[in-house]
C-alpha cells in the first residue's frame, strides 16, 4: 500500500494554532496531551509534527503488550484496545511524539487521523490550516522545499 | 496627527517612560478578551504576550520568556516578553483584554496584566476630529519581574 506521512512548508506558518485545535477536537482530547504543537520562536513559528518512526519504532519496542503496530501505509498506531496505559512508550519516544492522556488512562499519539485517511479525507491539522503549510501524501512525491515528518 | 502622548507631545513623560507601548498586538489564539477560560486554548498560549525588541531587552537584562512589568503614568501590568526584532526598539506592544479565570475573585485578575491600566481612556484626549478614544498608545517603561 502506497505510504502516507505529513509534509510541511514551514516558511509558510503564521502561528494560527489551528491545527493545533483541530487535533484535539478531532481526537476528542483535552487540555494536556499535544500530538501536534507550533513552537513560537521569534521571528519563526516551528510546527513540530511527530514521526512515524523506521521498523521498529522504539515506543512499539518498549510496549510490553505489544500495543503498537506500524501499518503498511508506515503509521505508527496504538490499540487502545490492548493499551495499558503504563507510558513506557513515553519514556522511550525520543520525539515527545508519545503523549499520556490522563482522563482515559491511555496513550495517544498521531495517528495521521487514520479513521478519515480511510475515507479518503485530508487529516484534520492539513485541513484546518490556512495557510495550507500542511499537506499529505506519498514521501516520494513531496516537493523539495518540504520538510517532512517520514 | 501627533497622539496625546508620546516622546513629541509630552517629551517631559518621556523621560521617565521612554518607550511607545502599543497594545494592538494581536495573536490568533483568543479573540480580544475572549475564550481565556478554554483549556485547550489555554494550554496553546497561557500568558499575555509582550514584544520587546532584542537590544531594548539587553538593556534591562530581559530574557525570551521572562515576565516583565510595563509601566505607564497611570499603573503597571506584566506580561511575558517575547524578543522581536521585527519593531522599532523605541516600541513595545502588548496583547490587549487580559483576565484570568483561574482567579476565583470577582474580578478575575483583570488588573494584573490589562493593558487599559497604562492607557488614558479619558476624553480629553479623544481625536479632536473623530471623537475615536485613546485606547492604544501611551508612553511606558519596562524593567523584569522578581519572579521569572
Known amino acids: 500500500m502506497q505510504k502516507t506521512s505529513l509534509y510541511f512548508f514551514e516558511e509558510d506558518c503564521n502561528g494560527c494554532h489551528a491545527c493545533e485545535v483541530a487535533c484535539k477536537q478531532e481526537h476528542g482530547l483535552h487540555d494536556g496531551p499535544r500530538l501536534v504543537k507550533v513552537i513560537e520562536k521569534s521571528p519563526s513559528f516551528i510546527p513540530v509534527y511527530f514521526h512515524h518512526c523506521d521498523d521498529p519504532p522504539p515506543c512499539a519496542e518498549a510496549c510490553p503488550v505489544e500495543a503498537i503496530t506500524k501499518d503498511d501505509r508506515g503509521i505508527v498506531l496504538i490499540d487502545e484496545e490492548v493499551c495499558t496505559g503504563c507510558q513506557e512508550c513515553v519514556e522511550a519516544c525520543p520525539y515527545g511524539a508519545m503523549q499520556y492522556d490522563e482522563v482515559r488512562g491511555l496513550a495517544v499519539k498521531c495517528d495521521l487521523c487514520y479513521e478519515r485517511l480511510e475515507k479518503g479525507e485530508a487529516p484534520a491539522c492539513s485541513l484546518v490550516c490556512p495557510s495550507h503549510c500542511i499537506a499529505w501524501g506519498d514521501p516520494k512525491d513531496f516537493p523539495e522545499a518540504a520538510k517532512t515528518n517520514a | ?148
Open chain 2, 1 to 148: 496627527m501627533e497622539i496625546p502622548e508620546s516622546p513629541y507631545s509630552t517629551p517631559e513623560v518621556a523621560k521617565k517612560y521612554p518607550y511607545i507601548f502599543n497594545a494592538g498586538l494581536r495573536t490568533p489564539t483568543f479573540f480580544h478578551s475572549a475564550g481565556r477560560m478554554i483549556p485547550v486554548l489555554r494550554e496553546i498560549r497561557p500568558d499575555p504576550i509582550a514584544e520587546v525588541h532584542p537590544e531594548t531587552a539587553e538593556r534591562y537584562g530581559i530574557e525570551d520568556g521572562q515576565w516583565i512589568y510595563i509601566e505607564s503614568p497611570r499603573g503597571r501590568i506584566k506580561q511575558r516578553a517575547k524578543l522581536y526584532d521585527g519593531i522599532d526598539p523605541r516600541v513595545v506592544t502588548s496583547e490587549h483584554g487580559w483576565w484570568f479565570p483561574e482567579i476565583k475573585d470577582p474580578g478575575h485578575g483583570w488588573e494584573i496584566s490589562n493593558a487599559n491600566i497604562l492607557t488614558d481612556n479619558a476624553f480629553e484626549t479623544c481625536d479632536p476630529n473623530m471623537g475615536a478614544t485613546n485606547v492604544r498608545v501611551c508612553l511606558c517603561n519596562i524593567y523584569p519581574c522578581e519572579d521569572k
